[in-house]
T-cell receptor, first 110, second 116 residues
Framework: GIQVEQSPPDLILQEGANSTLRCNFS?????LQWFHQNPWGQLINLFY???GTKQNGRLSATTVATERYSLLYISSSQTTDSGVYFC????????????FGTGTRLTIIP | NAGVTQTPKFRVLKTGQSMTLLCAQD?????MYWYRQDPGMGLRLIHY???????AKGEVPDGYNVSRLKKQNFLLGLESAAPSQTSVYFC???????????????FGPGTRLTVL
């Protein structure tokens, strides 16, 4: 099946810093999503972004489908950004199922 | 709208006991999913359903059964619980894939299950 790799696995930053999280995938995709799992375990969808660039406040994401990677940018980090960020993809052969990466754990220090 | 809800939130079982986790959604989604999340890992798909009365196996289906008798509900059953099934279980729902922004999955709050 499709492979999803996220880097870095852990990231510790001071409040106010910027960060870039990366997601590499092994096959072409129909669907790519970024999720944030907060420290209480709740999973929140951040972006649906199989290609192109989107922005939502301090967060933005870019997927370069031809090169099989996606980037999540967080600017001016806040402590509430802490948690685990997951990338999930559905391959283009369309099995209606998302495959998740193992996540990047982000810790923002006040 | 309540979104996706899961019952119960926590449960402790002894090896060999059975239980059913309930997932309910009020967004009229066709698709529903059950995942498990183990420490340090992403979510792995157990079973999923693309409509009322249908179910299909995901990546890690062994030891679990599911049913989708009503569109809004998706049940996950453990017939004989094992310690290896200690995990956090998430339910999700979505519309069918259209190639657009509605293809997002919405997740419930999770059920933390411990099997002793």
């Amino acid at each position: 099946g499709i492979q999803v790799e996220q880097s870095p696995p852990d990231l510790i930053l001071q409040e106010g810093a910027n960060s870039t999280l990366r997601c590499n995938f092994s096959d072409s995709v129909n669907n790519l999503q970024w999720f944030h799992q907060n420290p209480w375990g709740q999973l929140i969808n951040l972006f649906y972004i199989p290609s192109g660039t989107k922005q939502n406040g301090r967060l933005s994401a870019t997927t370069v489908a031809t090169e099989r990677y996606s980037l999540l940018y967080i600017s001016s980090s806040q402590t509430t950004d802490s948690g685990v960020y997951f990338c999930a993809v559905e391959p283009s052969f369309g099995n209606e199922k998302l495959t998740f990466g193992t996540g990047t754990r982000l810790t923002i220090i006040p | 709208n309540a979104g996706v809800t899961q019952t119960p939130k926590f449960r402790v079982l002894k090896t060999g006991q059975s239980m059913t986790l309930l997932c309910a959604q009020d967004m009229n989604h066709e698709y529903m999913y059950w995942y498990r999340q183990d420490p340090g890992m992403g979510l792995r798909l157990i079973h999923y359903s693309v409509g009322e009365g249908t179910t299909a196996k995901g990546e890690v289906p062994d030891g679990y059964n599911v049913s989708r008798l009503k569109k809004q509900n998706f049940l996950l059953g453990l017939e004989s619980a094992a310690p290896s099934q200690t995990s956090v279980y998430f339910c999700a729902s979505s519309y069918p894939w259209t190639g657009g922004s509605t293809d997002t999955q919405y997740f419930g709050p999770g059920t933390r299950l411990t099997v002793l």
